[in-house]
C-alpha cells in the first residue's frame, strides 16, 4: 500500500483506543543536578502506589541506589547517566514518567528524552534558584512549547525569598509563573503551603518514609491558629499573598498548555510534602499525547495503526542479563504482544513479542500498549535512534536532535589485540548515542566526540565492564565536527572528494566535516556556498 492511500485511510479508532489515550500522561522530570530531581521521581511513583516506600530507595549517595539510577558511573559519582522511563497508575491516568541525567555532560541524552514525552517537570532548589543546567533545559522546553509545572523543592530549609524565585524564573527563563501554592514560612518556622485554587493550608508534617493519610488543613489566609502559632511568618505570607493575588499571573490551562505559563509549587520532596499536589496538577492539568507530524501527514494518537520512534539505546541495563533495548515513544494506535510491525528504516518486518514496560529497575512484560507510552524492546543492533516501527506505513517521524560535539579523542588500545572488540564496542556505543563516534573517510584513526567530558569516562568504563577492553582516550586537535549536506547529490560528491582527508562518516552513515581550525571551516564555507555545515542533526 502506498504512503498516501494509507494516509487516507488512517481511520481513528474505536472510543476505547481514545480514552486509553485520553488518560495517558508523560512527562520528564528536569533539574540542575542536586535540586532534588530523584527524591521528587520517588516520592512521586510512592504517591502513585508504583513503590511500597521511599525507604527501599534511599538516597543514592548512601549504601543503596535510587531506583531510577542504573549503571555504575551513577552510583560512584552520584548523577543519573542514563533516563529511565517508569509507568505507574494514578486516578484513572497512566503515567509515564522519565527520568532525565542532570548532569550537563549528559545534556543531550536529556534532549532527547524531552522529544519523547507531552510536558516537563522542573525541579528548583529554593535555596539556590535558577541554575545553570536549569536554563539550558528550558531552552529546549522553549524550543518545543512543551508545558511546564515547576516544583520549588527543599522549603523546610532556610531558602531564598519565594518572589525572588518567582521573579527570577520568569526573567531568566523567560516563563511566565502562576503560583498555585505559597509558603507560609520556611525552614524551622515553615507551616506548609496554601493552595491559592483551594483557600487552604496543608500543614507541614515533616517525616520522610511515610505517606501522610492524616493532614491538618487550615482554611482561609486569615486563619486565626496558624497566625497564633507562626506570627511573624504569617505576616509576611499575607503581604505575600496579597501581591500574587493582586499582581500575580492567574492559571490559564491553554496557556499552560501552550507553554507560556508554569503552575508553581512549593514543597519539599524529601518529606513527601506538596508531592500530591504535582500528581494532581498532572492528572488534572497535563496534555494528553498529541497529534504528530511525521513528513509525509500528521500522525493522531487514537489512529487504529500502531507508529513509534525510537529516542533512546540502552545496551546492558541490567548486568545479569546482557542486553540491549530501545526506548520507543508510541505515537498512534495500540501495541499488543505479537504485533507485527515494519521497521521504516530497511523496509523489513520486525516481530516483536517482548516489548517491556518499565519500574525502573524492574520490567514487566507489556501486554498492551497506547500513544504516550514507552515501551522497551529487546533486539540486537537492528533499532537505532529515530528509527521509525509502524504496522506497514512508510512514516518519517523525525525530531530527535543530534548535537554537534566539542571535545574529541582518539581511543588509545592498551592491548593492540583487542582492536576488533574496540570497533564492535565503539559502534555499539555510538548507535546507543552514548558518544559520537567518527569514522574517517581515508581510513584514519577513528574519532570519538562528546558533548561532555564524563561521557568519555562512561565509555572507558563501559568498554572495561562489559566489552573486555581497556583503552585511553588521547585529545585530537579539532575544532568542530558539523555535518555536511549539499543542494545537490553531485555537488557533495565533489565536495567528498576535494575534502576526503577532513571526512568521516558517523555512526548512522551520514557524512560530517572535521574541522581542525576555525579557519579551515570558514575557508571551506566560503569556497563552497551550496553546501551547507550543521552543527544539529535529526536521526533519520
Ligand atoms: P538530584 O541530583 O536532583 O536528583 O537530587 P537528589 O534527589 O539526589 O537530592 C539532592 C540532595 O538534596 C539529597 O541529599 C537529598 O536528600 C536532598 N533533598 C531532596 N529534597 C529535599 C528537601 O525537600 N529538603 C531537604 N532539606 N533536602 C532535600
Known amino acids: 500500500m502506498s504512503t498516501k492511500s494509507v494516509a487516507a485511510s488512517a481511520v481513528h479508532n474505536s472510543t476505547d483506543t481514545r480514552s486509553e489515550v485520553q488518560r495517558r500522561r508523560s512527562f520528564a522530570i528536569i533539574s540542575h543536578p542536586d535540586a532534588g530531581k530523584t527524591t521528587l521521581t520517588e516520592k512521586l511513583l510512592m504517591f502513585g502506589g508504583a513503590i511500597q516506600s521511599a525507604g527501599t530507595v534511599k538516597g543514592r549517595k548512601s549504601s543503596k541506589h535510587a531506583t531510577s539510577d542504573w549503571m555504575e558511573v551513577e552510583k560512584q559519582r552520584g548523577i543519573s547517566v542514563t533516563s529511565a522511563a517508569m509507568q505507574f497508575e494514578h486516578?484513572?491516568?497512566?503515567?509515564?514518567?522519565?527520568?532525565?541525567?542532570?548532569?550537563?555532560?549528559?545534556?543531550?541524552?536529556?534532549?532527547?528524552?524531552?522529544?519523547?514525552?507531552?510536558?516537563?517537570?522542573?525541579?528548583?532548589?529554593?535555596?539556590?534558584?535558577?541554575?545553570?543546567?536549569?536554563?539550558?533545559?528550558?531552552?529546549?522546553?522553549?524550543?518545543?512549547?512543551?508545558?511546564?509545572?515547576?516544583?520549588?523543592?527543599?522549603?523546610?530549609?532556610?531558602?531564598?525569598?519565594?518572589?525572588?524565585?518567582?521573579?527570577?524564573?520568569?526573567?531568566?527563563?523567560?516563563?511566565?509563573?502562576?503560583p498555585v501554592t505559597w509558603p507560609l514560612g520556611m525552614g524551622k518556622g515553615?507551616?506548609?503551603?496554601?493552595?491559592?485554587?483551594?483557600?487552604?493550608?496543608?500543614?507541614?508534617?515533616?517525616?520522610?518514609?511515610?505517606?501522610?493519610?492524616?493532614?491538618?488543613?487550615?482554611?482561609?489566609?486569615?486563619?486565626?491558629a496558624l497566625k497564633a502559632e507562626f506570627p511573624i511568618e504569617h505576616e509576611a505570607f499575607l503581604d505575600e499573598i496579597e501581591l500574587v493575588n493582586g499582581a500575580g499571573t492567574p492559571f490559564d490551562v491553554d496557556r499552560f498548555l501552550a507553554g507560556e505559563l508554569s503552575p508553581v509549587f512549593f514543597g519539599s520532596a524529601i518529606n513527601n510534602y506538596g508531592v500530591q499536589d504535582i500528581l494532581k496538577a498532572l492528572v488534572e492539568w497535563a496534555p494528553a499525547p498529541r497529534p504528530r507530524a511525521a513528513e509525509t501527514r500528521t500522525v493522531y494518537p487514537d489512529e487504529t495503526r500502531f507508529s513509534g520512534i525510537v529516542f533512546k539505546i540502552q545496551a546492558n541495563m541490567d548486568?545479569?542479563?546482557?542486553?540491549?533495548?530501545?526506548?520507543?515513544?508510541?505515537?498512534?494506535?495500540?501495541?499488543?504482544?505479537?504485533?507485527?510491525?515494519?521497521?521504516?528504516?530497511?523496509?523489513?518486518?520486525?516481530?516483536?513479542?517482548?516489548?517491556?514496560?518499565?519500574?525502573?529497575?524492574?520490567?514487566?512484560?507489556?501486554q498492551t500498549g497506547f500513544a504516550g507510552d514507552i515501551i522497551g524492546i529487546q533486539n540486537h543492533g537492528r533499532l537505532k535512534i529515530g528509527d521509525v516501527l509502524t504496522e506497514g506505513e512508510n512514516l518519517e517521524l523525525g525530531g530527535i536532535p543530534y548535537f554537534s560535539p566539542e571535545l574529541f579523542r582518539i581511543p588509545r588500545l592498551k592491548d593492540p589485540l583487542k582492536a576488533k572488540q574496540l570497533k564492535r564496542a565503539l559502534k555499539e556505543l555510538g548507535e546507543e548515542g552514548t558518544i559520537q563516534v567518527f569514522e574517517r573517510l581515508d581510513g584514519g584513526e577513528v574519532m570519538l566526540g562528546a558533548v561532555g567530558i564524563l561521557q568519555f569516562e562512561t565509555v572507558a568504563q563501559r568498554l572495561e565492564s562489559e566489552f573486555g577492553v581497556n583503552?585511553?582516550?588521547?585529545?585530537?586537535?579539532?575544532?568542530?565536527?558539523?555535518?555536511?549536506?549539499?543542494?545537490?547529490?553531485?555537488?557533495?560528491?565533489e565536495f567528498e572528494r576535494a575534502n576526503h582527508r577532513r571526512l568521516a562518516r558517523d555512526a548512522s552513515g551520514s557524512l560530517t566535516f572535521l574541522a581542525p581550525t576555525r579557519q579551515v571551516l570558514e575557508l571551506a564555507q566560503e569556497k563552497w556556498p551550496s553546501v551547507t555545515f550543521h552543527t544539529t542533526r535529526e536521526y533519520r
Not at 542486553?323 to 523489513?348: L, N, P, T
Not at 565536527?481 to 547529490?489: K, R, Y
Request: hydrophobic share 40%.
Open 91 to 178: 486516578d484513572g491516568c497512566v503515567i509515564n514518567l522519565l527520568d532525565t541525567p542532570g548532569h550537563q555532560d549528559f545534556s543531550e541524552d536529556t534532549y532527547r528524552v524531552l522529544t519523547a514525552v507531552d510536558a516537563a517537570l522542573m525541579v528548583i532548589d529554593a535555596a539556590k534558584g535558577v541554575e545553570s543546567q536549569t536554563i539550558k533545559l528550558l531552552e529546549v522546553c522553549r524550543a518545543r512549547n512543551t508545558p511546564v509545572i515547576t516544583f520549588i523543592n527543599k522549603m523546610d530549609r532556610e531558602v531564598r525569598p519565594p518572589l525572588e524565585l518567582i521573579d527570577e524564573i520568569e526573567d531568566v527563563l523567560g516563563v511566565e509563573c502562576s
Open 190 to 224: 515553615f507551616a506548609g503551603v496554601y493552595n491559592v485554587h483551594d483557600d487552604q493550608l496543608v500543614r507541614f508534617d515533616p517525616g520522610q518514609d511515610h505517606v501522610h493519610t492524616e493532614t491538618e488543613i487550615y482554611k482561609g489566609v486569615h486563619n486565626q
Open 319 to 366: 548486568p545479569q542479563h546482557r542486553d540491549r533495548i530501545a526506548f520507543v515513544r508510541i505515537c498512534s494506535g495500540q501495541y499488543f504482544d505479537g504485533i507485527s510491525m515494519k521497521h521504516v528504516q530497511s523496509g523489513k518486518k520486525f516481530r516483536c513479542s517482548q516489548a517491556i514496560t518499565f519500574m525502573a529497575r524492574d520490567r514487566s512484560r507489556l
Open 471 to 493: 583503552a585511553t582516550f588521547e585529545p585530537v586537535n579539532i575544532h568542530k565536527a558539523l555535518w555536511v549536506t549539499a543542494e545537490t547529490e553531485q555537488m557533495l560528491k
